[in-house]
């Protein structure tokens, strides 16, 4: 599995895939810092300006969640194109019919493929990170807030990339892959955006969106039923993947 | 080391494979051959766990590839038809993966590297990432991962296809040389690799045995037909064609520039009834030469007679199949 996992680390790494995926990513989230800095920083002026002591602004709530959802909110467009290849590639040049030949069980090779992925993301996600810092040198963070906004970045990371690995088994389509990524994640977001709105989902359904789970973590509230949503839902599609790989025994 | 015991494999209706049974013992190189869609890959991608068997079993290594399906795996090295290798590895990196993902022990990897490519010959292309090497070379990578942790057996899917006959030369050299520590397994439909190769030839068509016997002895099997050459002179053609195909056990005859070519049954009485009944007509007989069966001739004739079988045993879809092989053949 190590073998597996440092290969495809290679993959995206000597591919320069994962340099430019995070340089976007680093790139977008340094512009919306600087756009969401500006808007705060006005904010503050026109906040001390007033005599009445009204309008008070607090940085965790007013600059450092908008930038840790941007964060977030950001992974729905390079979560599939970090993971279409994973199956889709392997499928198409047969190589993956090889790997099914080597003492490697399915469940060691969807491992491979998702924490190799899910590595990646996470390095980009850390990167992000120096935004932060920087922030820290100007005002004062709450860093237990930060700590719970980057575990709840990872799971959430974790469950898009665990979906995506999913996708990328059902097609020897790279393109396939991705856009069956991209609609899911994107239409997950926007049942969340939607429940609030339709009051008959919410009651129903509860909380299905990805992006609504990471909101509370990201305000440092650490609830168990957003951890055990993640985790539940990279189970179940790592489970899937699993089992997509083994159909190709079931024919009987 | 290889046992198959009523090997079967189903695809929805159709039955890719039907039970096969063959026993292969260690250090031989066997070759599977058949016509395309025979059922030769299905039956490698059994040997290799790739997918089970719908019915019977079989044992590679003394492992049962169903319920010990890793076992199988770790004595195997597969070479999928079409090589599928990773185009953006260097040779070295690949072949270092290779040995990882099989389980090579880290200290000994190295050197399990440096085996592969000196039994492949791989040292000029090393470095290079496999996308840039020729056709023959990534055949030779792919041997070199197949070969990597020493397995004892080994299953190489249509390994010349595609090749250049000086590059087919070269992997049948190279095959030969794995043979001697492996028991090798491979599958092709070009006839003269089995001869070169094999030390046993396995003739599958239909998804069954046909046959199974050293290439020498497949090539002196007796034929029911027997291929005559024939030159008479001093008649006119169309008269002896006529004449000819009117003798008792005579099948079938072709004229090509006063030289016939007769296929007869194959009985001792033929021949003598030829020439008797040549000189009786007052013609001259220039030549009556039986030619030596060859294991192509041998090929054809089991694999048409199975297709033969095939049609008959499905009367209402009978013009089909005959269509298609006559095609094959």
């Known amino acids: 599995m190590i073998a597996l996992m440092s290969k495809e680390l290679r993959t995206y790494y000597n591919s ?81 019919e090889l790997l099914f030949t080597y003492p490697l069980t399915e469940f060691q090779i969807v491992g491979a493929k998702f924490f190799s992925a899910l590595l990646v993301v996470t390095m980009m996600v850390l990167c992000s990170g120096s935004t932060i810092l920087l922030l820290s040198r100007l005002v004062k963070i709450e860093w237990p807030t930060i700590g719970v906004a980057y575990l709840g970045l990872v799971l959430l990371a974790a469950s898009f990339v665990a979906y995506g690995v999913w996708a990328s088994s059902l097609s020897s389509n790279q393109l396939v892959a991705a856009v069956v990524t991209f609609g899911g994640l ?67 | 080391m290889i046992t198959a015991t009523g090997l079967c494999k189903r695809f929805g209706e159709k039955l890719a494979v039907d039970n096969l049974n063959f026993g292969i013992e260690k250090g031989e190189i066997v070759g599977f051959l058949g016509p395309n869609a025979a059922g030769k890959t299905t039956t490698m991608r059994m040997l290799t766990c790739y997918f089970p068997p719908s019915e019977g079993s079989a044992n590679v290594a003394g492992f049962d590839v169903y319920t010990q399906s890793l076992q199988v795996r770790k004595n195997v090295g597969y070479l999928p038809e079409h090589v599928p290798l990773y185009l953006d590895m260097s040779v070295r990196e690949y072949l270092e993966f290779a040995a990882a993902a099989k389980g090579v022990p880290h200290a000994d990897r190295k050197r399990a590297v440096a085996t592969a490519v000196e039994r492949c010959s791989l040292e000029s292309v090393v470095d290079q990432l496999i996308g840039t090497i020729s056709r023959g070379y990534r055949q030779r990578v792919g041997l070199g ?57 396995i003739i599958i068509a239909n998804g069954r045995i046909q046959a199974q016997d050293t290439p020498q002895n497949l090539a002196a099997r007796q034929l029911a037909l027997v291929p005559i050459t024939l030159g008479v002179a001093g008649a006119p053609t169309g ?80 013009a089909e199949p005959v269509a298609v092989g006559g095609e094959n053949a």
């Open chain 1, 186 to 252: 994107f239409g997950m977001w926007l049942v969340g955006v939607f429940q609030e709105a339709v009051a008959v989902v919410k009651e129903y359904v509860g909380d299905p969106s990805n992006l609504t789970h990471f909101e509370t973590m990201a305000r440092g509230e650490l609830n168990s039923h957003d951890v055990v949503y993640y985790v539940a839902w990279t189970v179940l599609f790592f489970f899937l993947t699993m089992r997509i790989l083994e159909s190709r025994k079931w024919s009987t």
């Open chain 2, 239 to 318: 008269e002896v064609l006529e004449f000819l195909r009117g003798l008792q056990g005579v099948k079938k005859v072709d004229s090509e520039g006063g030289v016939f070519r007769v296929e007869a049954d194959n009985d001792r009485q033929v021949r003598p009834q030829l020439a008797r009944a040549v000189i009786e007509k007052g013609w001259e007989l220039l030549e009556l030469h039986a030619r030596q069966a060859t294991l192509e001739d041998v090929f054809l004739e089991i694999v048409s007679r199975s297709e033969a079988e095939e049609a008959a045993s499905k009367p209402e879809k009978a």
């Open chain 1, 16 to 96: 320069s895939m994962a340099w430019i995926l995070t340089a976007c990513y680093l790139l977008v989230i340094g512009l919306v810092f600087v756009i969401l800095l500006l808007q705060f920083g006005s904010a503050s002026t026109r906040a001390s300006a007033n005599p009445m002591g009204m309008g008070e602004v607090k940085v965790m709530e007013q600059l450092v969640y908008p930038v840790m959802w941007w964060m977030a909110f950001l992974l729905i467009f390079l979560v599939p194109l970090l993971t279409m290849r994973l199956f889709s590639e392997e499928k198409r040049s047969g190589t993956l």
């Open chain 2, 145 to 201: 991962q197949a070969i990597i942790s020493e397995p004892p057996v080994l299953i190489l899917d249509e390994p010349t296809v595609g090749l250049d006959p000086a590059q087919i030369r070269e992997i049948r050299e190279l095959i030969k040389e794995l043979g001697k520590k492996s028991t090798v397994i491979l599958s092709t439909h070009i006839l003269p690799e089995v001869s070169v190769t094999c030390s046993r030839v």
